[in-house]
């Protein structure tokens, strides 16, 4: 499996663009299933959680181009229904067919999913919506099993406003004929995203005065062409890491208010910053970081996403600093890895308590999810000496050449297999 190796203490400067959403565009690739007509995707970033989605947009029938950024989905042949879990298993949003399988075929068998190990992350959410669409649900031998003779629209009220649950009842409300409401739903940008791509195959979808989602399907839906909104996740990692290093790094493409929060706490922080229309410039300083307390919440609350690389940045601040994860409840695996990097981080169920350290040291770390696989990537360039990071696919799940982006401001971050790498 690929490595980094980090070449800490140098200083970054320079211009980062940030990429389309990973967390828009995923979900945007699986509406294709409800069209048989070309749907064109630009600013597609090149992720291993993109090309599986790929992969299973095959698998169900369909025929795939990538190139330069660009997808493009037609029809080859007949679509189908089910689903091999060798695909499955390595990503959550997988489950994200299952809604559009659902409105065209009134029944699929998916595997359940799997991913980043945060918890258990249940689709219990997805599948009580399906239900009050009509859809019966049974898991069987590892695999959700729905059918329905009709699906009818409903008014559906989601216990959490999960942003999966929300993206796949609104995709297979789009192929109900009548109106669907959805209340208590996720807010995030990357919903307002499908919302767009949904609207321009055929649907009418909108947020009326009560904050509930309202739907209104269609019979069939149509193929569409559409550029992916800016990946605030990735914008907001590269902020907080250039705040880390104390760097001069302008973030571009980006739309700063989808990161108001972080904006906010970077500046309580003592970073100073310069936000334009599209890019957030974050500038160098010499003065301490402030510590910080945050909570993470649903949008527009602070990320969970972006939790662990702000318990990077904190690691290093002057005085104590206190997480309060309310998301996911294995969110704080970075915590043990950039304790042996030096840092002081107690973590206790929800909580972690971070007191600031003056210096982080290199060490031989492992990446165990997406997020906190970046933190460790924050940490190593931050840390005196040189920090290797094993399982780095992690990382390339959510970040496009990171290694390229990071060097071309100034870093020292090689890639390397040690199963087939000499040095």
């Given amino acids: 499996m690929d490595r ?29 299933l409800l069209t048989d007509e070309p749907f064109v995707l630009h600013r597609v970033p090149n992720l291993r959680d993109v090309r599986t ?44 067919v299952a809604g559009p399988l659902l409105a065209r075929f009134r029944e699929a068998v998916i595997p359940l999913p799997g991913g980043c190990a945060l918890g ?9 919506g399906f239900e009050r669409f009509g859809a019966a649900c049974q898991t069987e031998s590892g695999n959700v099993i729905l059918s329905a003779d009709k699906l009818e ?7 959490f406003p999960s942003v999966g649950a929300t ?12 109106e669907t409401v959805l209340e208590n739903v996720a807010k995030e940008p990357e919903i307002d995203d499908v919302t767009a791509v949904l609207n321009k195959m055929g649907a009418e979808i909108f947020t009326d005065d009560k904050g509930r989602l309202v739907i209104r399907g269609q019979h069939t839906l149509h ?6 909104v800016a990946d605030r996740i990735e914008s907001g990692s590269y902020m907080i890491l250039s705040a880390a290093v104390r760097g001069d790094v302008r973030v571009e493409d980006c739309v700063p208010e989808h990161n108001s929060i972080l904006l906010e706490c970077l500046q309580e922080a003592g970073v100073p910053l310069e936000v334009g229309p599209d890019y957030v410039h974050v500038k160098p300083y010499d003065t301490p970081l402030k510590p910080t307390r945050i909570k993470t919440a649903p949008y527009p609350g602070f990320a969970t996403d972006l939790q662990p690389q702000w318990m990077a940045l904190m690691a290093l601040a002057d005085g104590a600093a206190e997480i ?42 492992m990446a165990s999810d997406l997020r906190g696989g970046f933190a460790l990537l924050i940490a190593g360039l931050c840390a005196k000496g040189t920090t290797e990071i094993e399982r780095v696919y992690h990382i390339d799940r959510g970040y496009e ?21 000499e040095f």
């Fill in 4 to 32: 980094f190796l980090v070449e800490g203490g140098r200083k970054l400067k320079g211009t980062v663009k940030a990429g389309g959403s990973k967390n828009a565009c995923l979900p945007i690739l699986v509406a294709s």
């Fill in 53 to 96: 989605t790929l992969k299973i947009l095959t698998a169900l029938g369909k025929k795939v181009t990538f190139q330069d950024g660009t997808v493009t989905i037609t029809a080859d042949g007949a679509l189908k229904n089910t689903l091999p879990y060798e695909l499955v298993k390595q990503m959550r949003a997988s489950f994200w």
């Fill in 120 to 128: 258990a992350r249940p689709v219990d959410i997805h599948l009580k």
């Fill in 153 to 159: 629209p409903a008014k559906i009220t989601l216990r």
């Fill in 167 to 178: 993206q796949n009842l609104m995709m297979c409300a789009a192929l109900i004929p009548g």
């Fill in 223 to 228: 193929g569409t062409e559409h550029t992916v």
């Fill in 324 to 365: 309060d994860e309310t998301i996911f409840e294995n969110r704080f695996m970075a915590a043990p890895e950039l304790v042996r990097m030096g840092a002081d981080i107690v973590t206790e169920k929800t909580l972690a308590r971070i007191n600031g350290v003056k210096e982080l040291s290199g060490a031989h770390v």
């Fill in 401 to 421: 050449d990171p290694e390229g982006k990071l060097n071309a401001l100034g870093a020292k971050v090689t890639r390397y297999n040690p199963d087939k790498d």
